[in-house]
C-alpha cells in the first residue's frame, strides 16, 4: 500500500474503497472482503444512507479500528453549525464508532458561511471526533477560500478524477496549499475500460485498462476510492504495487483527449480543470 502523511502527521492509504450503492448484508459482505484482501482506507457519506451498513462491515472485519482509515461527509443541506454538527455526529452513531479519520463537506453550500461550516469541524477535531477535515467537489477558487476560513488545515479535496476528466490545474493548485487530491470515480463508473489507449498499455503490463487508470492516479500522487462490490474487482483494483508505468506510458494516457464528466450533479458549476 503506498501511503500519504496528512497535515496532522496521521498516515492516509492512497488506495480505497468507495461504497455509493452498497446496501443491506451483502454490502457489508463487500466491505469484510475489502478489508481482508487489505483495503484499510473506507469511503461513505451520510447521504449514501448505507453508514450503518459500512458500520457493520467494519465490526464483522475484526479488524481493529486503530489499523483502519475511515470517511464520512456531511451533505450540503446540513452546513449550518447546527445541522454540521448533528449530522457528523449521527454518523460516529450509525457507524458505532468513536471517531472518523477525515470529515469532509461533500458539496459547497454557497448559502452557508464555510467558515461556518469549519468552525464546528475544528470543534469536531479538537474534541476527538474527527481527526482530519476536507473538502469535496471544490473549484480552485472555492479551495482558496476554505483554507483562508478554516482554522486548522484542508486536508483532502476529493473530486472526480479519471483519465477522461484530467483535472491537472486543480491538481497543481491544492498541492500548493498541501491539500492531498483523492478521485472518487476514478474509473469514470466503468466506462474507462473501452479507452483504447488504457487497453494498449494494460496488454503490455499484463494488466487491466482499470488498473491502468488506478496506477497512473497513484503516479500522479492523487489517491484513489474505486467502488467494487465483488472481490474479483476489489482484487484488481488493489493490485497497484508491484509495478509501475513507464514515462511514455504516462505521457500517453496524459495526451487521451476524451473529456467526460460522470457526475455533474451540480450542472454549470464545474469546467475542466476548475
Known amino acids: 500500500m503506498q501511503f500519504h502523511t496528512l497535515p496532522s502527521g496521521q498516515s492516509m492509504p492512497m488506495l480505497g474503497l468507495g461504497t455509493f450503492e452498497l446496501r443491506e448484508q451483502s454490502g457489508a459482505d463487500s466491505v469484510v472482503a475489502a478489508i481482508g484482501l487489505g483495503y484499510t482506507h473506507i469511503d461513505t457519506a451520510s447521504g449514501y444512507g448505507n453508514e450503518e451498513i459500512v458500520g457493520l462491515g467494519i465490526r464483522q472485519s475484526g479488524c481493529s479500528r486503530e489499523d483502519l482509515f475511515v470517511t464520512t461527509k456531511v451533505g450540503r443541506d ?33 448559502d452557508v458561511p464555510l467558515a461556518e461550516t469549519l468552525a464546528v469541524f475544528a470543534e469536531l477535531v479538537n474534541e476527538g471526533k474527527v481527526r482530519n477535515i476536507g473538502i469535496s467537489n471544490f473549484t480552485r477558487p472555492r479551495v482558496d477560500k476554505a483554507v483562508e476560513s478554516s482554522s486548522i488545515p484542508i486536508a483532502v479535496n476529493q473530486v472526480e478524477y479519471h483519465p477522461h476528466l484530467d483535472q491537472e490545474a486543480l491538481r497543481r493548485h491544492c498541492e500548493g496549499h498541501g491539500i492531498l487530491l483523492t478521485a472518487y470515480s476514478p474509473l469514470a463508473q466503468g466506462t474507462i475500460v473501452q479507452d483504447g489507449t488504457l487497453i494498449a498499455i494494460g496488454v503490455d503490463c499484463d494488466k487491466g485498462p482499470a488498473q491502468v487508470a488506478l496506477r497512473w492516479l497513484l503516479h500522479k500522487q492523487i489517491a484513489a476510492i474505486p467502488k467494487a462490490s465483488s472481490a474479483g474487482h476489489m482484487a484488481d483494483n488493489i493490485d497497484l504495487f508491484d509495478w509501475t508505468l513507464s ?11 476524451t473529456v467526460h464528466r460522470v457526475i455533474d450533479w451540480w450542472p454549470g458549476d464545474f469546467d475542466k480543470d476548475a
Open 247 to 257: 514515462d511514455g506510458q504516462i505521457a500517453r494516457i496524459d495526451a487521451i483527449e
Open 78 to 110: 446540513d452546513l449550518a453549525a447546527g445541522p454540521a454538527r448533528a449530522c457528523a455526529e449521527a454518523s460516529l452513531e450509525r457507524m458505532q464508532l468513536d471517531y472518523v479519520d477525515l470529515l469532509l463537506i461533500h458539496w459547497p453550500n454557497l
